[in-house]
């Protein structure tokens, strides 16, 4: 069946960096889109960013210009680099895969403190 594994999370201070890991298995994720989407406590599940398969991106205003989506068709793996890290970036993560079906991750946290 299929799964994504999310992994990367962690505690960092402000200003620090991440880089998030959303590997996939049991479909190849080459023609598909990925995103990723954060839950913060109280709030709704929002997305982040996304990356289709022609590897065209598209950012929320709140991460534009420090956060950067990639893939790796060949690994089956998309990434989430953070940079410049903010306290209310503190959430839980998950990724998204798109197909006739969706998909989710279990989520990795996220926690933005010093």
């Known amino acids: 069946q299929v799964q994504l594994v999310e992994s990367g999370g962690g505690l960092v201070q402000p200003g620090g960096s991440l880089r998030l890991s959303c590997v996939v298995s049991?479909?190849?994720?080459?023609?598909?889109?990925m995103g990723w989407y954060r839950q913060a406590p109280g709030k709704q599940r929002e997305l982040v960013a996304r990356?289709?398969?022609?590897?065209?991106?598209n950012y929320a205003d709140a991460v534009k210009g420090r956060f950067t989506i990639s893939r790796d068709n060949a690994k089956n793996t998309v990434y989430l680099q953070m940079n410049s890290l903010k306290p209310e970036d503190t959430a839980v993560y998950y990724c998204k895969l798109t197909t006739a079906t969706l998909y989710w991750g279990q989520g990795t946290q996220v926690t933005v403190s010093s």
């Open positions: 990356i289709n398969s022609f590897g065209s991106t």
């Open positions: 049991g479909i190849s994720i080459s023609i598909y889109s």
